[in-house]
């Protein structure tokens, strides 16, 4: 979403109507925001907490896991912005009131989810790079030694908190907040923000490019590559042990990473959609009473669950990160006797892919 939808957010703030059913909006925030949301914020955050522990002893021996790394600490950065915007505003509206509230729920709505979508860029950026690699090491072997290395996971990893700061950044200056006589925040909007060249190039088709269009086919793309050349190799139905074991964890989870990843994105571009199709009544349409106010937290419910859910996908598809979870929890100090899962987790952190 861009400065159009956060103009939707400052209008349903500011001027709901007297006619509209507060207590039922004010319910749908505490019941979709605050617990459902909140509770994929909180346990994301544990879950991306632990994933990093994990990996940060290992990060410097492998690229892929590097990459991981890197993608935990970024989808943690989107979650940790949620719990301030999501948590709070649905308990102040429903156990107070309404109105209560208002300059924060209009603060954190223009500079807290603008931030959330700078980190959330990187999250679908570094997820591209988890799938090159996986796409690099199934599909093309003999050229992992030079694209499979550290440094140049870390160098595309800052270029991609680059560009998704660059892109994201004017947004924090097209509202300026002003008080009104009651105390109250009023938006002061930018006029860049009605230009319809505005509007179609930047929020629309670049907001499209970037967060979807671009990165959805290159996803698609390297799964699909990396699926052929699996069931070519018959590794996907036949069992496999030691190395081939664990790169076929990693790539089924990176594949499961991408389908979830393109799933909670799209609902952001189906925002879009509907601020394309309603264009000036948008505003009006998510305001509380409106056709639109269910659905104008899913797209932010919906990032959420894509910065938290790695965490699940690691345990249930890698064995080896689920039993080093399971020793971090049990606080497990001994060094366990060689064995074939012993070596298996050993090749995993010092493969290059």
Request: net charge positive; charged share 15%; aromatic share 12%.
């Amino acid at each position: 979403m861009g400065a159009v939808s956060t103009e939707a957010y400052f209008t349903e703030s500011v001027q709901v109507p007297r006619w509209s059913p507060k207590k039922d909006c004010a319910a749908n925030l505490l019941i979709v925001g605050t617990c459902f949301g909140g509770f994929f914020v909180i346990s994301g955050l544990v879950g991306n907490a632990l994933t990093i522990a994990i990996m940060a002893r290992e990060r410097k021996k492998s690229s892929i896991i590097n990459c991981l790394f890197m993608l935990a600490i970024a989808d943690s950065f989107v979650l940790l912005n949620y719990f301030v915007v999501l948590i709070p505003n649905g308990i102040i509206k429903y156990a107070l009131n309404w109105d209560k509230g208002i300059n924060y729920s209009i603060f954190v709505w223009t500079y807290f989810v603008e931030t959330a979508r700078i980190f959330n860029q990187v999250s679908v950026f570094l997820t591209m790079l988890v799938t090159f690699q996986r796409y690099v090491s199934v599909c093309l072997p003999h050229q992992a030694k030079r694209l499979c290395s550290v440094k140049l996971v870390n160098i595309l990893v800052a270029l991609s908190y680059l560009v998704a700061i660059l892109y994201f950044f004017p947004n924090f200056f097209l509202f300026t907040m002003v008080k009104d006589t009651s105390g109250r925040f009023t938006p002061r909007i930018h006029p860049v923000v009605k230009s319809p060249l505005y509007q179609i190039l930047y929020s629309t088709i670049g907001f499209s490019l970037l967060t979807y269009v671009i990165p959805g086919t290159a996803l698609g793309f390297m799964s699909i590559q990396i699926i052929r050349a699996m069931r070519s190799q018959g590794t996907m139905m036949q069992p496999s042990l030691g190395a081939s074991s664990v790169r076929k964890d990693l790539t089924l989870s990176s594949i499961a990473i991408v389908i979830i990843c393109l799933a909670c994105q799209s609902f952001s571009i189906a925002n879009k959609a509907l601020i394309w199709v309603y264009g000036d009544r948008f505003a009006t349409a998510t305001r509380c009473g409106g056709q639109l106010h269910y659905f104008y937290l899913i797209p932010h419910v919906t990032m959420v669950i894509n910065s938290a859910c790695n965490f699940i996908i690691f345990v249930v598809l890698a064995k080896g990160f689920r039993k080093k979870v399971q020793r971090l929890l049990v606080a497990e100090k001994r060094v366990t006797p060689a064995s074939s899962s012993g070596t298996t987790e050993s090749k995993l952190t010092t493969s290059r892919c």
